[in-house]
């Protein structure tokens, strides 16, 4: 057991949003920038995440600026050359003044009101070392909730040339927290024709 915190609170919580990937399958595009329902995925993002959390961060290595217009913290990767998400992981959680670190995606703009309260009150409750979503098929990788004293641990995984998130999760006491009654919640953009579908879905 990492954390000894009996109720994780909304003020315990930062959330960061990863938008520091390449965007290969997008063109190469920033994908927290296109736009579904007319403005930014990343601003689906921001709506519904902010009620939820204490503060947000926007991981980016591009594109600083236009992200510095929503008013939240901008950080980089400390990894050059787009190491992946655990990078952007561990940057987060180096800079964040809060406990904890809610990881989220910036191409997954349909987060539920209680999302932050599912994932906080199932890593109280197990007191496991991290919380990760579950859309009942499948363990959702990048929707974690961590405290910051997994810093070292995380920074050790990186310093050995290892990238893989579920490696990572494995050198510690994960929980499951169930989304099995939602899983479109974890529906996220990756290509065009993804973006294309969901606009025309919302449109039906």
């Not at 995440?49 to 510095?68: C, D, L, T």
């Amino acid at each position: 057991m990492i954390h000894s915190m009996k109720n994780i609170e909304k003020n315990h919580i930062t959330a960061v949003i990863l938008a520091g990937g390449r965007g290969r399958r997008f063109e190469g595009r920033d994908k927290g920038l296109i736009e579904y329902k007319q403005c930014p995925i990343i601003e689906h993002v921001i709506k519904a995440i902010a009620p939820q959390v204490a503060g947000i961060m926007i991981n980016a290595n591009r594109s600083e600026a236009v992200y510095a217009n929503y008013g939240y913290p901008v950080i980089n990767d400390e990894l050059s050359g787009f190491q992946g998400p655990l990078a952007g992981f561990a940057t987060a959680m180096k800079h964040v003044s809060s406990p904890f670190v809610l990881i989220l995606p910036c191409d997954g703009p349909f987060i539920s009101a209680d999302y932050v309260r599912r994932m906080a009150v199932t890593l109280s409750d197990e007191q496991a070392e991290l919380a990760v979503a579950y859309d009942g098929d499948r363990m959702q990788p990048v929707h974690a909730l961590l405290p910051v004293t997994l810093l070292k641990s995380l920074n050790d995984f990186l310093a050995s040339g290892e990238r893989k998130i579920d490696r990572w999760y494995l050198q510690h006491q994960v929980e499951m927290v169930d989304f099995s009654d939602s899983p479109n919640l974890f529906l996220n953009i990756n290509t065009l024709e993804e973006l294309n579908a969901l606009e025309d879905s919302a449109n039906d």
